[in-house]
C-alpha cells in the first residue's frame, strides 16, 4: 500500500537549518508530482511547497520563498525539504503528500499523506 | 489568494446525528475543492474531490455538495470514530494552495 513517511525533524535555533525527507513505497514515485505542507501549533493546514513529478517546476508559499527549497531523489523513492534561515513563525508539524493523479502537476487534491515530523524553532 | 471561510469552528455532536459542515470561498473555485479529516497524531484523510466525489474507500455516510463559493459536507449519521477535524482546500487557482481553518468536530 501506498505509504510516506517522514523524518528530519527536530529542535533547532532561530536562524539553523534543517533537511527534511519523505520516503515513499508502495507506487511509481517517480510519476507523481509531491508537496510539503504544515500545521502550526493551533492552526490549520497551509501548503508549503510543491515539485512537479519530473522535477522541472517548484512553487514556493510566499512565507517560505527564498529560504525552503524541495528537491526529490527518484532514485531512492525520497521527497526532501531543505529549510534555511529557520524562523520561530516556522515551529510546525510538516507533512509530505502525494498529488492526486500521474504525470504534469497532477491533481490539486492529495490522496496519500504521510504523519508528519515536528520542526521545533526555539532559542 | 483565494481565503477559505469554514463554520463553525467547533461542533459537539451525538452519535446517529447528522451533521453539516459549511466552507465558503473568496471568489469562485467552480467544483475544485476537496474535504480531508485529521484526527490528532496521523496523516490527514482525504474524504472528498471535486466538491462531490468521494475518495476511494470514504463511506457513504459523508457527502460533498455546492459549486462556486459555497460547500458542503455532511455525514449522515455520526459514528464515534468521525471527530476530528475538518478542513476544505481549494485548487482551482493555485500556488497557492489553501486551506480553511477548519472545523473541529467532537463527539458528545
Known amino acids: 500500500q501506498v505509504q510516506l513517511v517522514e523524518s528530519g525533524g527536530g529542535v533547532v535555533q532561530p536562524g539553523g537549518s534543517l533537511r527534511l525527507s519523505c520516503a515513499a513505497s508502495?507506487?511509481?514515485?517517480?510519476?507523481?508530482?509531491m508537496h510539503w505542507f504544515r500545521q502550526t501549533p493551533g492552526k490549520g493546514l497551509e501548503w508549503v511547497a510543491f515539485?512537479?513529478?519530473?522535477?522541472?517546476?517548484?512553487f514556493y508559499a510566499d512565507s517560505v520563498k527564498g529560504r525552503f527549497t524541495i528537491s526529490r531523489d527518484d532514485s531512492q523513492n525520497t521527497l526532501f525539504l531543505q529549510m534555511d534561515s529557520l524562523s520561530l513563525e516556522d515551529t510546525a508539524v510538516f507533512y509530505c503528500?502525494?498529488?492526486?493523479?500521474?504525470?504534469?502537476?497532477?491533481?490539486?487534491?492529495?490522496?496519500?499523506w504521510g504523519h508528519g515530523t515536528l520542526v521545533t524553532v526555539s532559542s | 489568494e483565494i481565503v477559505m471561510t469554514q463554520s463553525p469552528a467547533t461542533l459537539s455532536v451525538s452519535p446517529g446525528q447528522r451533521v453539516t459542515l459549511s466552507c465558503r470561498a473568496s471568489?469562485?473555485?467552480?467544483?475544485?475543492l476537496a474535504w480531508y479529516q485529521h484526527k490528532p497524531g496521523q496523516a490527514p484523510r482525504l474524504l472528498i474531490h471535486?466538491?462531490?466525489t468521494r475518495a476511494a474507500g470514504v463511506p457513504a455516510r459523508f457527502s460533498g455538495s455546492g459549486s462556486g463559493t459555497e460547500f458542503t459536507l455532511t455525514i449522515s449519521s455520526l459514528l464515534s470514530e468521525d471527530f476530528g477535524v475538518y478542513y476544505c482546500?481549494?485548487?482551482?487557482?493555485?500556488?497557492?494552495?489553501?486551506f480553511g481553518e477548519g472545523t473541529r468536530l467532537d463527539i458528545k
Open positions: 503528500a502525494r498529488a492526486a493523479g500521474t504525470f504534469s502537476y497532477g491533481a490539486g487534491w492529495f490522496d496519500s
Open positions: 508502495g507506487f511509481t514515485f517517480k510519476n507523481y508530482a
Open positions: 515539485i512537479r513529478f519530473d522535477g522541472t517546476n517548484k
Open positions: 471568489q469562485s473555485v467552480y467544483s475544485n
Open positions: 471535486g466538491a462531490s
Open positions: 482546500q481549494q485548487y482551482n487557482v493555485w500556488p497557492p494552495l489553501t
